[in-house]
Nanobody, 120 residues
Framework: QVQLVESGGGLVQAGGSLRLSCVVSGGMLRINVVNWYRQAPGKQRESVATITNRGAANYADALKGRFSISIDNGKNTAYLQMNNLEPEDAAIYSC??????????????WGQGTWVTVSS
């Protein structure tokens, strides 16, 4: 079965950088689209960035210029490079992917998330 695992979160000072990874596994599969979301405590989940397997990327307007999404189809892995982090960026960051498999066709899957904490 398809599984998504995020990693790379942690504690960083304001102005620092982190690189998150999202590894998709589960045998024979094809990634169609990868999305990064984040949710701060007490707030609604929001979209951060999205990328297709062809590399076409889009970002939330407020984050464009600081965050960069990429994909490595050979490794079935997507990345989120986060620069100039601010305390307001602190949240759990989750990976969502639309993935095709022979058994289930195209479906959306979620990872467990990785925490990002930014100190001022």
């Amino acid at each position: 079965q398809v599984q998504l695992v995020e990693s790379g979160g942690g504690l960083v000072q304001a102005g620092g950088s982190l690189r998150l990874s999202c590894v998709v596994s589960g045998g024979m599969l094809r990634i169609n689209v990868v999305n990064w979301y984040r949710q701060a405590p007490g707030k609604q989940r929001e979209s951060v960035a999205t990328i297709t397997n062809r590399g076409a990327a889009n970002y939330a307007d407020a984050l464009k210029g600081r965050f960069s999404i990429s994909i490595d189809n050979g490794k079935n892995t997507a990345y989120l490079q986060m620069n100039n982090l601010e305390p307001e960026d602190a949240a759990i960051y989750s990976c969502n992917a639309n993935v095709w498999t022979p058994a289930r066709g195209s479906q959306n899957y979620w990872g467990q998330g990785t925490w990002v904490t930014v100190s001022s």
